[in-house]
């Protein structure tokens, strides 16, 4: 038991060295940075009183668009993050391949997310909404962790954290407005509680293949991005 007990605590030692490499000490504020926007959120509705939420916004409205940018903050960091910092040709000579840092700063990514979200989910059903979907947890931690896998895919493409953030604020703007907005099954963001039809067995087949295609898609954009990072000669070409 005390060796799995080590092996755990080095773990977790391994995603803190992991969150420090990507944002700082400071790595601890990203995790409130997303209640700036359900403090925006706040002060729009003391505005227009008449306004209100439902519980169809809160997985995008509410949680989804600040975790994915919370998310595109550290994505660009991964990868990227070490090009700026020149430290990017100490990674290729870790024991076991750079692979095991990239993982390190993923898995220290996700857990932020996941501590953000919790942050998130408590202030929403506290102070906006008291019928809260748990629905939205996964949706919103889903699209999340794409665009967490996609910034830094773009920005290991791009060899640039700038290029890499307008590349993913495309996407994630178009996303918002033309796929997650309409209920369109390929969105990250895919909310169930946002498809026009009613029908039980149509919204249970969209949320399997969104579950499982989504995923899928997020595998293959990590592994793309390890594959760009890879070719040393190219990352650290002029």
Not at 60 to 68: N, R
Not at 90 to 103: E, K, L, M, N
Not at 176 to 189: C, E, K, M, T, Y
């Amino acid at each position: 038991m005390s060796g799995r007990l080590r092996r755990l605590a080095a773990q977790f030692e391994l995603f803190r060295l992991a969150g420090l490499a990507i944002a700082g000490h400071w790595v601890w504020l990203l995790i409130f940075l997303p209640l700036l926007w359900l403090a925006a959120r706040a002060l729009e509705t003391l505005i227009n009183p008449t306004g209100g939420f439902l519980p169809v916004n809160v997985q995008v409205g509410l949680m989804g668009i600040p975790m994915a940018v919370l998310a595109v903050i550290l994505g660009l960091r991964i990868i990227a993050g070490e090009m700026d910092g020149r430290s990017l040709e100490i990674a290729y000579t870790v024991p076991g391949g750079c692979q095991r840092v990239w993982w390190a700063k993923l898995a220290a990514s996700a857990l932020i997310l996941i501590v953000a979200e919790a942050l998130l989910a408590l202030v929403v059903y506290f102070l906006f909404i008291e019928d809260f979907p748990f629905v939205a947890l996964y949706g919103a931690l889903q699209g999340a962790v794409f665009y967490l896998a996609l910034s830094m895919a773009f920005a290991a493409l791009f060899r640039s954290e700038v290029a890499g953030a307008m590349a993913t604020a495309a996407v994630l703007v178009f996303d918002l407005l033309i796929l997650g907005q309409n209920g369109v099954r390929a969105s990250p963001f895919w909310n169930p509680l946002a498809v026009p039809t009613q029908d039980p067995e149509a919204i249970l087949a969209m949320a399997v293949q969104n579950r499982i295609g989504i995923p899928i898609l997020i595998a293959l954009i990590i592994g793309l991005a390890f594959m760009r990072a890879n070719r040393r000669e190219r990352m650290l070409g002029g």
